[in-house]
């Protein structure tokens, strides 16, 4: 079991900064990859961001330049920094475990953070 807990949320203006976090227990040997995922309301979720535990990035075209996927292994915690802040980047955030097991996976969700972007 892995349990993941988001901070750093919050009200921002537009071209802003925010820098999401998210720390990792229990399980830990067993995450494959990390990631955010964002969902606006009465849309689906997706994906913003991944990180392997090797390092290799993934980002979604709309916050390619502007958002950064990091990770720090010995704390456990994923971050995301995001910059260049737009209204519709306003969605809660979710941060995401997953542990790939041979031709199958499992997904670990935390219970989100409001990131509201607006003057």
């Known amino acids: 079991q892995v349990t993941l807990v988001e901070s750093g949320g919050g009200l921002v203006q537009p071209g802003g900064s925010l820098r999401l976090s998210c720390v990792a227990s229990?399980?830990?040997?067993?995450?494959?990859?990390m990631g955010w995922f964002r969902q606006a309301p009465g849309k689906q979720r997706d994906l913003v961001a991944t990180i392997t535990t090797g390092g290799s990035t993934n980002y979604a075209d709309s916050v390619k330049g502007r958002f950064t996927i990091s990770r720090d292994n010995i704390k456990n915690m994923v971050y995301l920094q995001m910059n260049s802040l737009k209204p519709e980047d306003t969605a809660v955030y979710y941060c995401n475990a997953r542990n790939f097991l041979g031709f199958t996976f499992y997904d670990y969700w935390g219970q989100g953070t409001q990131v509201t972007v607006s003057s």
């Open positions: 229990g399980s830990i040997s067993s995450i494959n990859a």
